[in-house]
């Protein structure tokens, strides 16, 4: 939701009076006529517009997740399917250990 509400304000608020009447620009005249460029606030809107796009990739990601799992509570593994791990082997195959004795050779 952040990078939507982001998006959505950097690509609106450059064309907008807000801009226009901001209070760094009206006190430092060169930064004001430089923000006042229409290619800066282009350039602006256009980071705007990459906001908006990566907000509704991962918008589209969380729903397809949520429809894949019929729900939220859903997607969460139960217990049972995380396996209480209580350490030893069983926690070692969840780091990646290989917990085999040594044999010669080895």
Same mark, same amino acid.
């Given at each position: ?36 460029? @229409? !290619?800066? #606030? /282009? &350039? =602006? %809107? +256009? ?7 990566? *907000? ?22 139960? @217990? !049972?399917? #995380? /396996? &209480? =791990? %209580? +350490? ?7 780091? *990646? ?10």
């Amino acid at each position: 939701m952040y990078l939507l509400e982001t998006g959505l304000v950097l690509v609106v608020a450059p064309w907008s009076t807000f801009w226009e009447r901001n209070l760094l620009a009206e006190i430092a005249p060169l930064f004001g006529a430089v923000v006042r460029l @229409d !290619a800066v #606030r /282009g &350039a =602006v %809107s +256009g980071v705007g517009v990459v906001n908006l796009y990566a *907000g509704f990739w991962e918008l589209g990601i969380w729903l397809a997740t949520i429809g894949r799992c019929g729900g939220v509570a859903r997607c969460r593994p139960t @217990d !049972a399917e #995380r /396996g &209480a =791990v %209580s +350490g030893g082997a069983q926690g070692a195959e969840l780091r *990646g250990e290989d917990t085999r004795s040594w044999t010669p050779g080895r």
